[in-house]
Nanobody, 126 residues
């Protein structure tokens, strides 16, 4: 069983930066596709970014392309999301997620991820 725990959220002014981390435990995540999603009240969970097992390929939502960077260190069982030039519309709870072992492709669909963290709040003030 994979357990994921996000950290690094907080309050930042528009134009600022924040870095989120996701620590995995229970088993190695080096062979799992991983991603970040975000959610605001009353809305569905929204894809932000994803990365392949060895980190060779990434994919971003159009709204964050060029501002956010996803990365991973499999030796540390950790996933990161560096967020720059933050905007008020980036305000959300951010979740770390991992796909099942058999999955090899990046997915932008939340239901295709099997493991989830508890989320961390990111608030961007204008």
């Amino acid at each position: 069983q994979v357990r994921l725990a996000e950290s690094g959220g907080g309050l930042v002014q528009a134009g600022g930066s924040l870095g989120l981390s996701c620590a995995a435990s229970g088993r190695t995540v080096s062979n799992l596709v991983m991603g970040w999603f975000r959610q605001t009240p009353g809305k569905e969970r929204q894809f932000v970014a994803a990365i392949t097992k060895l980190g060779g390929s990434t994919h971003y939502a159009a709204s964050v392309q060029g501002r956010f960077t996803i990365s991973r260190d499999n030796t540390k069982n950790t996933l990161w999301l560096q967020m720059n030039d933050l905007k008020p519309e980036d305000t959300a709870v951010y979740y770390c997620a991992a796909r099942d072992l058999q999955a090899v492709m990046i997915s932008t669909t939340a239901r295709e991820y099997n493991y989830w963290g508890q989320g961390t709040q990111v608030t961007v003030s204008s």
